[in-house]
């Protein structure tokens, strides 16, 4: 079997993953690792998304949708020899899934985040509070790493990309609708405040990588910290990942010395032969 010839469509989420399911693959008590693979988008449905939203898909994203309309990582950790619970998570949604943040907040938030705009700056909010209820206090300041808060006026756009354990999301930033380098962000829901995540799309998919797809992983940049269950798992699967004096960028970027994460090329995500997409769907049914 070692000399089985791999074929373009394992090549590119191979590459696509930084070879993170052969590395999980061969920790101990990890089993069941599982990539649900999907049907690249068209540049028709992504002009469309563009257009929908007002803004510009920053390159590297477009590209990976124009590979595979987002991707799941599932795998389990075996605490005892019939305790085995599925805990690793990577999900990029599908792009129709990336909504404007404010859809699925204001309803929930409303009564926080008004009080929070209430106590940020309100003539800059003045036209953004009536029409989006934006949920952030807009004062500039600095997170948790010292990195530079967002600032929130009525041209900026936020995109929910994921839900962290309904304590936080990761956002996608568009601090006003000309720029297309969009930033990635985590919203605490709790007090409304940013933390920042990543300057790409390409950093925070390397990110999630580096972090092996550990439950909640993006909580390591939170105030709130880690749930105690998953900072176990950390501490036996990858503990370097909780090293306090480590630069953060550096504790993200070389997540292993063995395993040197580094750089994730967006011209990877063209890598993806049309014919074998096809026949993905297929076979995918015909395993279930």
């Known amino acids: 079997?070692?000399?089985?010839?791999?074929?373009?469509?394992?090549?590119?989420?191979?590459?696509?993953?930084?070879?993170?399911?052969?590395?999980?693959?061969?920790?101990?008590?990890?089993?069941?690792?599982?990539?649900?693979?999907?049907?690249?988008?068209?540049?028709?449905?992504?002009?469309?998304?563009?257009?929908?939203?007002?803004?510009?898909?920053?390159?590297?994203?477009?590209?990976?949708?124009?590979?595979?309309?987002?991707?799941?990582?599932?795998?389990?950790?075996?605490?005892?020899?019939?305790?085995?619970?599925?805990?690793?998570?990577?999900?990029?949604?599908?792009?129709?899934?990336?909504?404007?943040?404010?859809?699925?907040?204001?309803?929930?938030?409303?009564?926080?985040?008004?009080?929070?705009?209430?106590?940020?700056?309100?003539?800059?909010?003045?036209?953004?509070s009536s029409s989006q209820s934006l949920p952030a206090p807009v004062a500039s300041g600095k997170d948790k790493w010292g990195n530079a808060t967002p600032i929130i006026t009525a041209k900026s756009k936020i995109f929910e990309i994921n839900n962290v354990n309904e304590v936080a999301k990761v956002c996608m930033l568009y601090e006003s609708t000309s720029s297309n380098n969009p930033k990635f962000y985590l919203l605490e829901l709790s007090t409304l405040s940013w933390q920042f995540l990543a300057d790409t799309f390409s950093e925070y998919l390397r990110m999630a990588i580096a972090h092996l797809g550990l439950p909640y992983w993006e909580l390591c940049f939170s105030s709130c910290g880690l749930p105690s269950w998953t900072e176990q798992l950390f501490l036996l699967l990858a503990p370097h990942l909780l090293e306090e004096h480590e630069p953060r960028r550096g504790r993200v970027l070389n997540p292993a010395c063995e395993h040197p994460y580094n750089i994730i090329d967006p011209n990877i995500f063209r890598g993806k032969p049309k014919t074998v997409a096809k026949s993905v769907t297929n076979s995918t049914k015909q395993n279930k």
């Open 1 to 128: 079997t070692m000399n089985k010839k791999i074929s373009p469509e394992d090549a590119f989420y191979e590459n696509l993953t930084l070879g993170l399911i052969r590395t999980l693959s061969n920790v101990p008590r990890v089993c069941n690792v599982t990539l649900e693979r999907r049907q690249p988008l068209n540049t028709c449905q992504v002009v469309n998304w563009e257009q929908r939203h007002c803004v510009y898909l920053p390159e590297d994203m477009k590209k990976f949708y124009l590979s595979s309309d987002g991707f799941v990582l599932n795998w389990s950790y075996q605490y005892a020899p019939n305790d085995i619970r599925r805990v690793g998570h990577i999900h990029f949604p599908h792009l129709l899934q990336v909504t404007l943040l404010r859809e699925n907040i204001e309803t929930t938030h409303s009564v926080s985040s008004s009080t929070a705009l209430a106590g940020g700056n309100s003539d800059v909010l003045g036209a953004a």
